[in-house]
């Protein structure tokens, strides 16, 4: 799926001193466990549901095929609340313990080939992602990016060469990230090509079916984007076109049905607003057809079976909801049979063999958390794998539904309101309102959301709004939210909050804000925008000083410097200073009248804990009572289980402390 960059981890801030580590940020600033549990004890109430029936992570989840189908490995939590990676042996059952979780949580894994496995860990959340290798009996586990401070990530398989995997990491220059094929049996490493101007970084490579670099997107004078490609037969590479970076062109995969190889599936919105799927011809310059379009959203959905000579099974777009539009006939046999039997859920292909005679579905709503499938595409027979959470009831869940209303200067927005029971019985409830993060190109999806479902069952309403600058409605919705963080951007928030009050559905005089990293800056700046709006915000890993955000940037967002002035603003211009500190709530902290509680991951890469650091201090300077709640092993989100429980009950006694 086409997406917008996005500005990544930083290193670990902890240091050594006398062999005992210091713990980052202000630690007499951070709220006692005694706080904490009062806080916690005020969410009371006979509720069919507890905390830990939404955030408990599933017995069992992330299922995969083996490339050959002879085994399925999957995550298994103990009762430490460790998930462990088991290998399951389909024709016997057998079960083994892959890979042991320890300290450090098990970021993601897959497999590689028949025999073996590769997954990712970092520190404490700090996102220096090492990219490891195991065999599938637990033997021969290898670090395949044993460096220091280095950040990797995974850039593509080669089902040619089983053996090999192509990565990225920033190991040579902490600016910019550079490729290499990596021998996942023995951790050789052969660097494919250099990154070598970071005031003109290489942000994206593209490498065909066979592990060849065809072309990269070059960063030119800050705000422009390079695309570079080799020809067929030629021996370097040329400069394709120039545009803005926030125009889309990516090349999905390239056409390997056709006998001329310069030709790809690309999404782009070069000479549209919405982006479309076209077959491009990168010799000549030139679309050779449009695939798919659609004229209200970015069309960026396309698979294509490998097995079946790179027919396109599908392609499709995210509205309202994920739409797919099958167009081979096989899979046009594959989606009516599900479609048949998953009739109003959301269902997806998670995972295939290569002869694609077994899948793995995915199966989920705005009231099912999740259920996965084995589909035997030969026998037509579907199996129950999992329900990831069997302890929700979906007749107990409540809808998640979409909404569209107009912006104060004419905007179509598009966003959805969860409302719990009361609510669909007349009654105005109190108000969630919970914008997302990112901001650019990022967006709210309808779905099972554990937060708003919780929400709802303590009877409170969830609003989420796609404002301006969200992805997903073109790249004309996108620009008309650069330089609006914390203006219409919260104008727009604003707006969704008016179109639920005149629905009837909320009480005007019972909201809460509650965010994470730009929607945790959406909290705050809320509280001190329209103070009397608010009864009460949690700020969840948020951004309070723009200077300081933008002043403490990691070595790797360098190149993006001109792109973070665009999307916020550029604080070397007086003027745009200036409104970066009319947004800033750190500097109108005496404009805050609601309740705030903050929370935050001390090793947090993208929002430091001086962000979190600096609100609570200034209020609590003012005699304001500031809950604050750090976790020492965590970062960007809380991703172990007993924190996460923890940070959603505190949360809850608060809103119950606060909304009536």
Do not use: C
């Not at 995969?64 to 024709?91: F, Q, W």
């Not at 009248?593 to 090793?603: S, T």
């Amino acid at each position: 799926m086409n997406q917008f960059f996005y500005l990544a981890a930083l290193t670990f801030f902890g240091i050594s001193v006398s062999n005992a580590q210091v713990k980052p940020g202000d630690t007499t600033l951070v709220s006692t466990k005694g706080q904490l549990a009062e806080l916690i004890s005020l969410d009371r109430g006979n509720h069919k549901y507890q905390v830990a029936d939404y955030f408990a992570k599933p017995k069992q989840s992330d299922f995969r095929l083996s490339p050959n189908g002879k085994y399925i490995s999957y995550r298994e939590k103990d009762e430490n609340l460790k998930n462990h990676v088991m290998i399951k042996e389909v024709a016997t059952g057998s079960i083994v313990r892959a890979i042991e979780e320890k300290d450090e949580l098990i970021r993601g894994m897959a497999w590689i080939n028949n025999d073996r496995l590769i997954y990712v860990m970092d520190q404490g959340g700090n996102e220096n992602n090492h990219i490891y290798a195991i065999n599938i009996d637990g033997s021969n586990n290898i670090d395949l990016t044993p460096f220091a401070d280095v950040k990797a990530s995974i850039l593509t398989s080669i089902k040619e060469q089983k053996d090999y995997l192509i990565i990225q990491m920033n190991k040579d220059n902490k600016q910019v990230f550079e490729p290499y094929k990596v021998n996942v049996n023995t951790g050789v490493l052969e660097k494919l090509f250099n990154n070598e101007d970071p005031e003109n970084a290489i942000v994206g490579y593209d490498f065909d079916k066979d592990g060849n670099l065809r072309g990269y997107t070059k960063m030119f004078n800050g705000t422009n984007n390079q695309y570079f490609y080799k020809p067929q037969g030629s021996s370097s590479f040329q400069l394709l076109h120039t545009t803005k970076w926030d125009e889309t062109f990516n090349v999905v995969i390239f056409n390997y049905a056709s006998k001329k190889p310069d030709e790809a599936y690309v999404v782009t919105n070069l000479d549209s607003d919405k982006s479309k799927i076209v077959l491009y011809d990168l010799k000549n310059k030139k679309i050779i057809r449009e695939i798919y379009t659609n004229e209200e959203y970015d069309a960026d959905l396309i698979s294509l079976s490998r097995k079946r000579n790179w027919e396109i099974d599908f392609v499709g777009y995210e509205g309202e909801k994920v739409i797919i539009k099958p167009i081979s006939e096989t899979f046009k046999k594959i989606y009516e049979k599900l479609d048949s039997q998953f009739k109003g859920y959301e269902f997806s292909i998670s995972g295939k063999t290569d002869n694609e005679d077994q899948l793995l579905i995915s199966v989920r709503s705005d009231k099912l958390y999740g259920r996965f499938y084995h589909y035997d595409t030969k026998s037509g027979k579907i199996t129950l794998l999992n329900d990831l959470m069997p302890q929700l009831k979906e007749e107990d869940m409540v809808e998640m539904r979409p909404i569209t209303f107009k912006s104060r200067d004419g905007l179509t927005l598009h966003g959805y309101i969860t409302l719990p029971k009361e609510a669909l019985d007349g009654k105005r409830v109190p108000l969630v309102v919970n914008p997302h993060g990112g901001p650019q190109g990022l967006r709210d999806s309808w779905g099972f959301n554990p937060e708003s479902q919780l929400f709802a069952s303590r009877g409170y309403a969830t609003l989420q709004v796609n404002f301006r600058i969200s992805g997903g409605y073109g790249k004309e919705f996108l620009r008309a939210g650069f330089k609006q963080v914390g203006r219409k951007v919260m104008d727009d928030v604003e707006d969704g909050i008016q179109y639920v009050i005149d629905q009837g559905w909320v009480d005007k005089n019972n909201i809460a804000i509650y965010g994470a990293s730009h929607g945790g800056y959406a909290v705050l700046r809320g509280l001190t925008k329209t103070p009397n709006l608010y009864k009460a915000g949690v700020d969840y890993v948020g951004v309070s000083n723009i200077f300081t955000l933008i002043s403490s940037i990691p070595e790797y967002w360098k190149p993006y410097k001109e792109l973070i002035h665009t999307v916020w603003y550029d604080l070397g211009k007086e003027d745009e200073a200036a409104i970066a500190k009319e947004v800033s709530p750190i500097f109108h902290v005496d404009k805050i009248k609601a309740p705030l509680f903050v929370v935050q991951g001390a090793n947090d890469p993208r929002v430091k804990i001086a962000e979190s650091d600096q609100i609570v201090k200034a209020l609590r300077d003012k005699g304001v009572d500031v809950p604050y709640m750090v976790k020492y092993d965590e970062g960007h989100g809380f991703y172990k289980e007993e924190n996460s429980i923890e940070f959603y009950k505190a949360m809850m006694g608060f809103f119950s402390k606060h909304l009536k």
